[in-house]
């Protein structure tokens, strides 16, 4: 049994309680959290394999990024000041449909270690690219090797979608499952599968109808992007006749484990049906201003019950994976999207990064607080900075002052996968100088030309 004991830190719990331990100590056995408590550690703990000296330092449970698409990360910046649909066209598609499985690897290798650098310990990645069989393989190789714990939504399309992406009903089933039979729990649990339905627009009635099926006998969740933009949901009424959360409620599919990404354009009757049948928001308040979609009426979701969980969406979207700079981004968008200074605090906002995130990704009994018996995933951030001190309040410095650059450690499942801000489990230098040759590559094959690009020479 490995043991490590972080001592010294304040220890912002984000338990039922809100409990900040200042000074307190966590004790990790093996990958679980054996003790946790205010002042000095018992001298038992002492004789850890590994002691972390927390002091002037944040110890967090690690945040969920609930929705991103990893492949992106070689389409950052490439389209920015478009909205959704014409950054569609001009940014993602041309480039995603040249992706290899090495290009998938490469891309999530470099968006994994952001998420981790970023302070996510879990990350669900919303997979929709399948140009090549192995892209989704390619994909959870980077998560195993990472060592995050992640849930891959293996995305679809079967209708109104560009053609290169959209795929007939028994492949989308078919290479769900044998994703499932090959990647469903590895590593000890880390990592699982589920389906993701891409757009309301893109999937069928009879398909969505058929997976959600075969997701209830798993006891699995669906992730799937709703209401995004006000033509979309124009775009439904007109086809369906009805609105996005309505279209799933009466298909059967608004049920707790849908998580239901942006949720941006609701009406009030689809803010109760959401409540009603207990199913999850994911929240991507920076995305949603880059690509002008509008603001999600979290307040109103929170008031009613709703649990909200918090992503960075895509780095095509963002442009990064910073879930620090989203803590800030949430509470002030809302703020003065509402003109009330207190529509959310500091805690309303770690707790949907870290409880509301342990939800959508269907773990919240384990993952998303610092308890007793809870997964050890926890991150430390470093406060001894001109930017957060002297710090009065932990969660205030967390949600307004800090940044990736103050994220010192990162444990996932009890291994410390980043210490004294080096990650510890691939040579970064390395993976990024590989991943630039890679992205070249593929623009080459894209036919994509940038006028101006950062290259070693």
């Not at 090959?182 to 880390?190: A, P, V």
Request: glycine share 8%; hydrophobic share 45%.
């Amino acid at each position: 049994m490995s043991t490590i004991l972080i001592e010294n830190g304040i220890v912002v719990t984000v338990d039922d309680a809100q409990r900040v331990l200042a000074p307190g100590y966590v004790l990790v056995e093996d990958d679980r959290i054996a003790a946790l408590g205010r002042g000095e550690p018992p001298a038992s703990a002492r004789k850890a394999d590994t002691v972390i000296d927390a002091s002037l330092m944040a110890v967090m449970p690690g945040m969920v990024n609930a929705h991103t698409h990893l492949f992106q990360t070689f389409i950052r910046g490439l389209a920015d000041d478009k909205p959704l649909l014409a950054w569609l066209e001009t940014a993602i598609w041309p480039v995603a449909q040249a992706l290899t499985e090495e290009d998938a690897y490469l891309a999530a290798m470099v968006g994994l270690v952001e998420n981790l650098r970023g302070g996510a310990t879990a990350v669900i990645d919303h997979q929709y690219i399948h140009t090549e069989p192995g892209n989704d393989d390619g994909v959870c190789r980077a998560a195993e090797e990472v060592g995050v714990r992640f849930l891959l939504a293996r995305g679809w399309a079967d209708m109104n979608y560009h053609p290169i992406f959209m795929e007939t009903p028994d492949r989308i089933v078919a290479e769900t499952v044998r994703l499932r039979e090959t990647w469903q729990g590895h590593e000890d649990g880390r990592i699982r599968v589920e389906f993701g339905p891409l757009i309301p627009w893109g999937c069928s009635d009879a398909t969505m109808q058929r997976t959600h099926e075969i997701s209830r006998k798993w006891g699995a969740g669906m992730h799937i992007h709703v209401a995004e933009t006000k033509s979309e949901v124009d775009m439904n009424l007109e086809s369906r006749g009805n609105r996005h959360i309505e279209w799933l409620a009466d298909l059967g599919a608004l049920e707790p484990g849908m998580q239901l990404v942006h949720s941006v354009w609701l009406s009030d009757h689809e803010l109760d049906l959401i409540a009603q049948h207990g199913a999850v928001v994911v929240h991507c308040p920076v995305s949603n201003m880059y690509l002008a979609s509008g603001v999600a009426r979290v307040p109103e979701m929170r008031a009613r019950g709703i649990p909200v969980a918090l992503a960075s969406d895509g780095p095509g979207s963002n442009n990064n994976q910073d879930m620090l700079e989203v803590l800030k981004t949430t509470a002030l968008l809302h703020k003065v999207s509402t003109l009330n200074a207190m529509a959310l605090l500091p805690e309303d906002v770690l707790w949907m990064a870290c409880r509301g995130g342990a939800i959508a990704f269907g773990q919240s009994a384990l993952i998303g607080s610092l308890e007793v018996g809870k997964k050890a995933d926890i991150v430390l951030v470093d406060l001894d900075t001109p930017l957060a001190m002297p710090v009065h309040r932990v969660p205030s410095a967390l949600v307004y002052n800090v940044s990736a650059r103050d994220i010192d450690t990162v444990i996932v499942d009890g291994k410390v996968l980043m210490r004294h801000k080096e990650i510890l489990v691939v040579d970064e230098k390395a993976l990024l100088a590989r991943a630039r040759q890679a992205c070249g590559a593929l623009f080459a094959r894209a036919g994509v030309v940038v006028e101006q690009s950062c290259r070693r020479k």
